[in-house]
């Protein structure tokens, strides 16, 4: 297998839920927590602009409404993305892909783009974010790893951008995984840590994959994946795991 180059220990959304989830604010603080690498969900705005944001819709995490991606990045970019979270962060912006970026490359920070499509939008999503993230990291020693639940989303990637680097998401073992990953070309799949054993990252690593788990927040999760051997562990704890320790 060649070198891993990815931190084992990887800030959720940015900082867990000590921040506005998908906000540059909560990469920030996961940056000041000592993180080097964070995962991150984006998805499309109705005009193509690739932007983080976990659900469809903007309810949850913004003052928007309805589903994110009818709207133009004009109009998300108006949106306060923090005052749901505390008062400390609000005014924050939804970010585009690219924003995010800018900071992880002016740190030398990784990232693992999750594509999160909004439903029906695997394939434009996974076409335009991966060939997006091509452009954006040309020429970098350490491309962002993509990864999806979505395969179609994957294959529009491998398509759009074959050289980099693809990863399956289970949060099941479903009927036909191992061959899906073998023909998305992947380098890894991230499962949830409960399924993660010895007879499953055995048969990751024999297959030449590497192994990464969300999400773990526990101590006793954390010792139990660590001792197994996966090579990432995606975490919402910032505060209980120090990444330079791992
Ligand atoms: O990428 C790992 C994890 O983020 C997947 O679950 O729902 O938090 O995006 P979710
Ligand atoms: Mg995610």
Redesign the pocket.
Known sequence: MTPWPYPRWLA??GAGKLAPENTLAAFRLGAGLGYTAF?C?VKLSADGVPFLL?DDALDRTSNGAGTASALPWADLSQLDAGSWHSRTFAGESLPTLQAVAAFVLRNGFSL?I?I?PTLGADVPTGQRVAALADRLWAGQAVPPLL?SFRPEALAAAQAAAPALPRAL?LDTLWPGWFECATELGCVAV?TQHGLMNTELLNRLHAAGWRALV??VNDATDAERLLALGVEGL?TDNLNGFAPATG
């Open positions: 959720h959304r995962e969900d976990h693992n999750e999160k990864s998401l991230v969300y999400t995606i």
